[in-house]
């Protein structure tokens, strides 16, 4: 990205970029005094170009700690592609550990969702996706429990749209799904192993099967230094049409 530093900030700037290429992910940047005096520049100067390596998300303040390189983050494409899917596509290895999982009655909020009678049978659990080892994503998702019969808490350290595809011929063809930004609770805090202090995204969804039966309902909440989501959007031929008459 173009710098809009003028000179000897720009330079210092240069001189970042390059201390950053030899630095591994997550690592400390040297204190700001130490730069100072090894650049032979202004504490002020050298703060503007490291502010501008903050915005551009090359580097990342933490209060009272110091300054670090910045992990790139994952863009999520907002498609019908499951986490393990977007993961691999990446080059990176999927993984998933079990939190949470329980069998139950569907109270009346998950019926709704799941369109099923009030009292079915669901099932609720909680995993965390990894991404290479990382912590990614606490996931939550109820499936009413007619549709996935025998389905058990070690069957779901893999995708579990390939599981349901292979065992029970559930295929994914549609959903809808919202975003909002969040701070975590202590809880979901402690799984991604960020502070409470940091944003999120959390999504909410269900999804259909060919059958257009509503097989999940799901909230997740994604790390907000680790993903950005990112849409494709086309215009309808009717906005088109409109737009060329404007």
Not at 13 to 33: H, K, M, V, W
Request: aromatic fraction near 6%; charge should be positive.
């Amino acid at each position: 990205m173009p710098s809009s530093l003028p000179g000897k900030a720009a330079e210092i700037r240069a001189l970042l970029l390059s201390l950053i290429d030899t630095l591994p992910q997550g690592a400390a940047l040297p204190a700001e005094r130490e730069l100072a005096v090894r650049w032979n520049v202004a504490r002020m100067t050298l703060r503007r170009a490291v502010d501008e390596l903050v915005i551009e998300e090359l580097l990342v303040r933490r209060h009272g700690s110091g300054t670090y390189t910045a992990r790139p983050k994952v863009a999520k494409w907002l498609g019908m592609i499951g986490f393990s899917e977007d993961i691999r596509r990446r080059g990176m290895t999927p993984g998933s550990r079990t939190l949470e999982f329980r069998r139950e009655k569907a109270s009346r909020p998950a019926a709704r969702r799941l369109r099923i009678p009030v009292g079915d049978p669901v099932l609720t659990f909680t995993r965390l996706r990894l991404a290479d080892d990382l912590p990614m994503v606490v996931e939550h998702t109820t499936v009413p429990g007619s549709y996935v019969p025998g389905l058990e808490a070690e069957d779901l350290d893999g995708s579990l749209y390939e599981l349901l595809t292979a065992r029970y011929g559930i295929e994914l063809v549609s959903g809808t799904s919202k975003l909002e930004p969040v701070l975590p609770d202590a809880k979901t805090a402690g799984w991604l192993d960020i502070p409470s202090t940091q944003p999120c995204l959390a999504s909410y969804g269900i999804s259909f099967d060919r059958r257009e039966r509503v097989f999940e309902y799901t909230s997740a909440v994604y790390r907000g230094d680790r993903y950005a989501f990112t849409a494709e959007l086309r215009m309808t031929p009717t906005v088109r049409a409109t737009a060329k008459g404007l």
